[in-house]
């Protein structure tokens, strides 16, 4: 038992809580850190085993196209579609550790945004065919950033639009720039998210609580990961959102020139 000691004097009854609360309060500190440690951990556990099946499936694929066995490579293909989705969810899970533990490496090179946003698009086309998502406002806004990270960010939103408008209704991009910043907006009129809890969408592994979201698979780092991207190139994102008609999501980042200057 540790001494109820406070500033040299032995109270009785105020203090012996005030430890009790001190003592908790590392515990729980103590728990958190272990909690990372453990995401961190499983995560890297997860991911060699699934990258070697991943290589391994890559490989069959291959000799089974060589002697045109189409009925084997359908069946494999219904493999590599949970096996990709398996690997963004250990991929966001060891990147929200590197990121709570300031590991993350970003590179900065000039990126165009225009052609980032119809970069990433393409893909999310190929996987949702008969969706609408049109882009508008092509003009030219360059930022300096990793491609890569900036890519991963709006695929995040688009993917989200998609996600969280169950009747397929038709998602809308839109890339506008001042003097010195651009602004993207991705707008959907999907569920919605209820006023209460729009603040903690961003917070890390939050999920709206109301059932049309919790009907939808996910585990809440979409937007956690989105928003420390989006903050480590100096910029910000925010929401604007109605329930049952939809949110708009905005990214405003620092225009190349501007981001120079700084
Ligand atoms: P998830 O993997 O759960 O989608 P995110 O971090 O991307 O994680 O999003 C956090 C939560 O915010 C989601 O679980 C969902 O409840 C809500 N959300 C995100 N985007 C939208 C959207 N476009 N429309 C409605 N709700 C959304």
Do not use: W
């Not at 980032?116 to 360059?142: D, K």
């Amino acid at each position: 038992r540790l001494p109820v000691l406070v500033g040299g004097v032995i109270f009785q009854e105020q203090p012996r809580q005030m430890v009790a609360f001190m003592l908790d309060n590392s515990a729980r500190k103590e728990l958190e850190q272990r909690k990372d440690d453990f995401i961190s951990m499983a995560s890297h556990e997860l991911k060699t085993p699934l990258t070697a099946v991943k290589l391994q499936v890559q490989l069959v694929r291959k000799r089974l196209e060589k002697h045109s066995q189409h009925e084997a490579v359908t069946a494999l293909t219904r493999v590599e579609g949970p096996v990709n989705q398996l690997e963004r969810l250990i991929t966001e899970l060891l990147d929200v550790s590197r990121m709570q533990a300031g590991k993350l490496e970003y590179r900065r090179e000039p990126v165009d945004l225009n052609e980032l946003l119809r970069e990433v698009t393409a893909p999310i086309r190929h996987l949702h065919p008969g969706r609408t998502i049109l882009i508008s406002g092509s003009v030219q806004a360059s930022v300096i950033g990793d491609r890569d990270r900036l890519g991963q960010v709006f695929t995040n939103l688009i993917s989200n639009a998609i996600k969280y408008s169950p009747n397929a209704e038709a998602v809308e991009i839109d890339l506008a720039r001042s003097k010195d910043a651009v602004m993207v907006h991705v707008r959907d009129h999907g569920l919605g998210i209820p006023r209460e809890q729009i603040e903690r969408v961003f917070e890390r592994f939050y999920r709206v609580t109301d059932l049309g979201q919790q009907a939808i698979p996910g585990l809440g780092m979409g937007l956690y990961i989105a928003a420390e991207i989006v903050k480590h190139h100096g910029g910000t994102i925010t929401v604007d959102s109605a329930v049952g008609k939809g949110s708009t999501f905005t990214v405003i980042l620092p225009l190349l020139r501007a981001a120079l200057s700084s």
